[in-house]
């Protein structure tokens, strides 16, 4: 499992380098983790009994990343208009289906799939399209899954204190503040992609190290729900895609909004 584990990220974290240096690139990579983290959302999901409309939602979950992709925009907020369109056919959909029970649960758990994994990881083209977006899109991936990386290492050697079991047995106090520890290490070697300083960049480190935590225990959260170990298994040694990119879920939105505010 572990040589499994680094062969899959040694080989992700080259493609993704490779991508990075290609803006439209970089983003249809995106686009395609964000229509097979929709699939893997959506699966999960279906095992759980729920009548999720699953390709309506892989569809239109689609079209916001590409939208920012191709930089199609109608409006500043050009992804929030297209979530409320997508509320509306949802409705128009369930007006069409002969049962009627559980219609707020099937439209609330596909829109809530589209915010939550299109929407949230969207932001990555976002931030990759800001001036210097190359170092800004590298940094934050360094930081938050240095924290991934610290907080498995740390937890699976010397791990002892349960850390919210009831969402996730095998998460420990001792690897949520070793991956905290190394996603301040990461902030502090993304110096030269950033250019801060250092209590800059240490502010940074302890923010997105505890969104991604916080990103992590989220999908713990639904995974645990539907009874699931992992969402996927495309990537040998570390799951699906929702696996990979849990983390960064709720660091991107954040870390894009900093930096919009830092840019201006």
Known sequence: MLLRRIISTVLLVSFIILATLIDWLCALVISLFIIYGLYEFFTMLEHKGIKIYKYVGIGMGAFIPLSIAFR???????????????????????FRRRDNSGAVLDIST?????????????FFIKIRYLPGGAGLFLAVLLIVKSGDIGAYLVGSRIGR????????????????????????????????????????LIFLGVALGILGQLGDLSESLIKRDCQ???????????????????????????FYFYMSVILR
């Open 110 to 122: 596909t829109l809530f799939g589209i915010m939550y994994i299109s929407w949230f990881l969207s």
């Open 161 to 200: 204190t349960p850390f919210m079991p009831r969402i996730s047995p095998k998460k420990s106090v001792e690897g949520a503040i070793g991956g905290l520890g190394f996603s301040l290490l990461g902030a502090l070697a993304s110096r030269p992609l950033l250019g801060f300083s250092y209590l800059h």
């Open 228 to 254: 699931v170990k992992d969402a996927g298994n495309i990537f040998p040694g570390l799951g699906g895609v929702l696996d990979l990119v849990d983390s960064l879920l709720f660091a991107g939105p954040a």
């Open 72 to 94: 199609f925009e109608l409006t500043k907020s050009w992804e929030l208009f297209a979530i409320l369109l997508a509320l509306l056919f949802l409705i128009v959909m369930q």
